[in-house]
């Protein structure tokens, strides 16, 4: 079966350029100039990655993620937001949203086939749920099982936490983590893994994640 993508651009040159470009690599791309058109197919049926332009002649792009991010029955799906916004502002609010990436426009043909590939590869990685001590991750169902209960995570909460788990008792970098977890480096702004670090903390009411202070975080479970 194809890996879907639903492009939602208004810009029909660049909007043609992403289709082509995608289809020639074998997925199957449909295309969306407005958020009402991509709605309505966004019901009838789901796809497996979404690129996202924030200015549309109807609806934000934010708003649509707001509407895609408020059903949990969404969260497998990838986001990347193709944006002409630059501002560190728009793509922190962004990816706080829940937003899995951010390239900015003009951007270059091979950054987002190299995106859009890291996207499929993660999807068709074979997972099974993690259980380390009283923590278990399972990655299909994206649920947070700690101390006997749930923890509702967001999709990049759910990421780092994964990352984490997967090379427990190992240091990580803000960098490395930044990186692997968004795929960019956006200057390593670094306070927006922070304040992702600090609300699972809140969440788990625990000092879940280790931070070793000059160096990064780690779990040591």
């Known amino acids: 079966m194809a890996f879907v993508i639903y492009s939602i651009e208004d810009d029909r040159d660049i909007a043609q350029i992403i289709n082509k470009t995608l289809s020639k690599q074998g997925y199957e791309v449909k295309t969306f100039v407005n958020g009402k058109d991509f709605?309505?197919?966004?019901?009838?049926?789901?796809?497996?990655?979404?690129l996202l332009d924030l200015m549309l002649p109807d609806y934000s792009g934010l708003e649509l993620l707001k509407i895609?991010?408020?059903?949990?029955?969404?969260?497998?799906?990838?986001?990347?937001?193709?944006?002409?916004?630059?501002?560190?502002?728009?793509?922190?609010?962004?990816?706080?949203?829940?937003?899995?990436?951010?390239?900015?426009?003009?951007?270059?043909?091979?950054?987002?086939?190299?995106?859009?590939?890291?996207?499929?590869r993660r999807h068709k990685r074979k997972t099974i749920p993690i259980t380390l001590n009283n923590l278990t991750l399972d990655p299909l169902k994206r649920e947070c099982i700690y101390n006997g209960?749930?923890?509702?995570?967001?999709?990049?909460?759910?990421?780092?936490?994964?990352?984490?788990?997967?090379?427990?008792?190992?240091?990580?970098?803000?960098?490395d983590l930044f990186m692997k977890i968004w795929g960019a480096d956006f200057a390593f702004e670094t306070r927006t893994l922070d304040m992702h670090i600090k609300s699972i903390r809140k969440k788990t009411n625990d000092d879940l994640i280790k931070t070793i202070y000059g160096k990064g975080y780690k779990m040591d479970l």
């Open 39 to 50: 709605l309505t197919a966004f019901k009838e049926t789901k796809p497996d990655l979404i």
């Open 68 to 120: 895609i991010r408020g059903d949990k029955a969404n969260d497998d799906i990838d986001i990347i937001i193709v944006s002409a916004k630059h501002m560190l502002v728009d793509k922190v609010e962004g990816l706080d949203l829940g937003a899995d990436d951010y390239i900015e426009k003009p951007f270059d043909l091979l950054e987002l086939m190299s995106r859009v590939n890291a996207k499929l």
């Open 149 to 175: 209960k749930e923890v509702s995570l967001t999709n990049k909460e759910f990421d780092i936490l994964m990352l984490l788990v997967e090379n427990n008792g190992r240091v990580l970098t803000r960098e």
